[in-house]
């Protein structure tokens, strides 16, 4: 099946510095949507991308649809120790169904 | 407050036991999921509904039977034919037609 594949798996940051994850698909995809998952819950949507191209913003957060439509990355500027959780992006290109990818574990030292 | 619910958070079964866990919305969503997440991994899907009396298999619907008898409710039942069952299970909605779905808090289940 299709995959989408995060990196870095993990990062350890101190707080206040900037971070920056990506997603990459060997497919084109039509939409983009970036989660954060906090342990033993369920995820919460961040931000929704529609356009290749498209830079949206979510306060800290800004995520990028990229122009070959086959990658997104997403940012978080200065963080700080709630940022702490598995990222996660996930794509559609066909119904309604999304392809997740295996998650960016962030974790940041006060 | 409209969202999705799951209950109940950890359940515990012994194996050779079906089990069904409890999803439901007040979003008015059309559209349902069922996810399984295993540690350190993505979410996989399972079953879906679009429509309230349909839903279609997902990637790893194998050893899981759903119904869809209402709009707000999409119960997942574990059976016995399951060969791996412990993970952590995700209920999720979405409008029809939209790709943003919203995501229950999750129910973990444990067979031993």
């Known amino acids: 099946g299709q995959q989408l594949n995060q990196s870095p798996q993990s990062m350890f940051i101190q707080e206040g510095e900037d971070v920056s994850m990506n997603c990459t698909s060997s497919s084109i995809f039509n939409t983009w949507l970036w989660y954060k998952q906090e342990p033993g819950e369920g995820p919460v949507l961040l931000i929704a991308l529609y356009k290749a191209g498209e830079l949206t913003s979510n306060g800290r957060l800004t995520a990028q649809f990229g122009i070959t439509r086959k990658d997104s990355f997403l940012n978080i500027s200065a963080s700080i120790p709630s940022d702490v959780g598995i990222y996660f992006c996930a794509g559609n290109n066909a119904g309604n169904m999304l392809t997740f990818g295996g998650g960016t574990r962030l974790m940041v030292k006060p | 407050d409209g969202g999705i619910t799951q209950s109940p958070k950890y359940l515990f079964r012994k194996e050779g036991q079906n089990v069904t866990l409890s999803c439901e919305q007040n979003?008015?969503?059309?559209?349902m999921y069922w996810y399984r997440q295993d540690p350190g991994q993505g979410l996989r899907l399972i079953y879906y509904s679009q429509i309230v009396n349909d839903f279609q298999k997902g990637d790893i619907a194998e050893g899981y039977s759903v119904s869809r008898e209402k709009k707000e409710s999409f119960p997942l039942t574990v059976t016995s034919a399951q060969k791996n069952p412990t993970a952590f299970y995700l209920c999720?909605?979405?409008?029809?037609?939209?790709?943003?779905?919203?995501f229950g808090p999750g129910t973990r289940l444990t067979v031993t």
């Open positions: 999720a909605s979405s409008n029809l037609g939209s790709y943003e779905q919203y």
């Open positions: 979003l008015n969503h059309d559209a």
